[in-house]
């Protein structure tokens, strides 16, 4: 899917082929994880806001009614397991090459805070280096997104200063 829209954005005279990002929140934040892991050579930024790394450390810290929902989705961690290794973008930080923009509210009871951080310690771990391979910004007392008009404010100026700076 995020490589047909690549190649359909490299077909337009308008776009600079070089200059492709990818940016999503909640489950959008979830898939630029793997579209900048699993895909690496399609972008040059991605900027993940809320997005889930590890679908099994999700499941542990989840109330039961998320982990019906990931059940129901992925099938049984255990058994599955595979299938949970393959759809979760932490295993695959090592072929990352783009810059990468990593946002998540420190009180986000959906996808909590630990998601972003397992990102940014395992990105750390592989020698990258914050502030120049990625960036990585917790919101104080901010959930799941941004809920008032000030804070998608705040959000989307920390996504224009990021493409403009990276892209």
Avoid at 45 to 67: P, Q, R
């Amino acid at each position: 899917m995020w490589s047909a829209a690549a190649k359909y954005l490299r077909s337009l005279p308008e776009v600079d082929p070089e200059r492709i990002g990818v940016w999503g929140g909640s489950y959008g934040g979830y898939m630029t994880f793997i579209a900048m892991t699993k895909k690496p050579n399609e972008w040059k930024v991605g900027a993940a806001w809320v997005g889930i790394t590890d679908l099994h450390v999700m499941y542990d810290s989840s109330m039961e009614h998320f982990k019906y929902f990931l059940r129901e989705q992925m099938g049984d961690p255990e058994a599955d397991a595979d299938l949970w290794r393959d759809r979760s973008a932490i295993n695959f930080f090592h072929q990352m090459t783009g810059k990468l923009l990593i946002v998540h509210g420190v009180t986000d009871p959906r996808c909590p805070i630990e998601q972003a951080r397992i990102a940014r310690d395992k990105l750390l771990e592989l020698g990258k280096v914050e502030g120049e391979d990625f960036e990585y910004i917790e919101l104080e007392e901010v959930g799941h997104g941004s809920q008032g008009i000030e804070e998608k404010i705040r959000m989307y100026q920390i996504l224009a200063d990021f493409l403009e700076r990276n892209l």
